[in-house]
Structure formats: C-alpha cells, structure tokens
C-alpha cells in the first residue's frame, strides 16, 4: 500500500482534546480538595460542559476523522476490527468505543453537577430548578460518576501507553502536531471557519445556558422585624 504523510486531526479537535483533559484533571482535583475550591469546580464544570457541545457539534461539522460518522463503532466495524482486518486511520472501532463512553460520562456527571448541592455552602447553578430530595439524588450519582470517571481515564491512559510501548503507535503525537506519518488514507478535509463559529457559538450558549444567569433573581430576604425599643 502507498503510505504517506495525512493530516489526521484538526487544530480544533486537537484543542478540545487538551483543553478538555486539564479541564477534567482540575474538576476531579478541585473536587477531592473541596473546600474554597469548589467555586472553581463549578465553574470548571461548566467549561466541560460547553467543550462538550462543541465536541458535539464538531463531531457533524467537523473535519473527515473528527466526525463521528466516521469512526462509529458499529457491530461490523468491530468485528472486523477484532479479526485483524480493519483498516482505516483515526479512531479505530475499540478507540471508538472508549471515546464514546468517555464523552457520555462526562456528559452525565457535568449535567448532574448542575444540581448538586453540599447540604453546606455549595450548591449547583441549576439547583433551584429541582426540589432537595432531587437534589440529593443527582449528588449521589455525582459522586459515583466521578469514580467511574477515574477509573475510565485511568483505562484511556493504559491504552495510550501500551500502544505507544508495545505496538510502537504513538497515539499522542497526532494530536499534538495534527500529522500522522506513515498512512494509507487521505488528508482530512471539511471543518472550516463557518463550521467552527458555528460549533464554537452553540458550545457557548450550552456553557451560559448550565450557567443558571438566565434564572430570575432571588426575592429579596425579608426584613427583620423591629423589636420596640422600651
């Protein structure tokens, strides 16, 4: 086969990948030490959030490999793959699957945030949409998410460095210069600048909207009453 230089990842995708992983490190960080810093994990949580749509978004609008047409794990993809005759560059069919369940993660723990509360001084931006005991609920499967999570990323880590190690694949490389050296397929195209406003403009709206800015302001506490002064 002729094999060549591609460009495989978008200067987009490759800015979501890393903005995305510091911001995901901070939020579990922040949300272990607690603390003053939970202020940040709520705001932290809401960078994720609007990283995620624009992920979504991207994953139609975007170049050929960030697509998610492109590299969905269907059941024939992955057999294929798991026989040894899948070809293709990108995600392969077993990558897919770990994106995908890393996406729909963060996606389910970012949206729970919103409503969480600490029964102390931290509450979600979103909470007053829900009633305490809903609250509670989402708090809880907060948490367990966020275990999950780690172990998930811990998994993502592990392939990365036993392909880098064993099979002398270097999965990073790609996605921080955006070349892969040594491929069979061809350059991605499409993602261009109308695309990018586009991804960029809802993924900001989607970080506003989890912001809670558009809710109405609290009522004003009532005043103490005025004790006679006999």
Not at 33 to 38: I, P, S, Y
Not at 47 to 72: D, E, H, M, N, P
Not at 202 to 230: C, F, K, Q, R, V
Request: hydrophobic share 50%.
């Amino acid at each position: 086969m002729n094999r060549k230089r591609i460009r495989l990842w978008d200067l987009p995708t490759r800015l979501f990948h890393w903005l995305l992983a510091a911001a995901v490190i901070a939020a579990i960080v922040s949300g272990q030490l607690g603390g003053n810093l939970m202020a940040w994990h709520g705001r932290i949580g809401l960078l994720i959030i609007g990283l995620l749509v624009f992920r979504l978004v991207w994953g139609v609008l975007g170049s050929t490999y960030a697509r998610f047409a492109q590299f969905f794990p269907t059941p024939g993809r992955l057999g294929s793959y798991l026989r040894g005759e899948w070809r293709g560059e990108g995600h392969n069919p077993l990558g897919a699957l770990s994106v995908f369940a890393l996406l729909g993660l963060l996606t389910a723990q970012a949206v729970s945030g919103l409503f969480t509360n600490d029964d102390i001084a931290f509450t979600g931006p979103l909470f007053e949409l829900v009633d305490k005991a809903a609250s509670n609920r989402l708090t809880g499967l907060h948490h367990l998410l966020s275990k999950l999570l780690i172990g998930l990323v811990c998994l993502h880590v592990a392939v990365i460095v036993f392909y880098g190690h064993f099979r002398k694949q270097s999965l990073l490389k790609p996605m921080i210069t955006g070349w892969k050296d040594d491929a069979t397929g061809e350059s991605a195209r499409g993602g261009g600048p109308v695309a990018l406003l586009i991804a960029l403009a809802i993924g900001i709206g989607a970080a506003w909207g989890a912001s809670g800015d558009w809710l109405p302001a609290p009522p004003p506490p009532t005043p103490a009453a005025e004790t006679p002064d006999w």
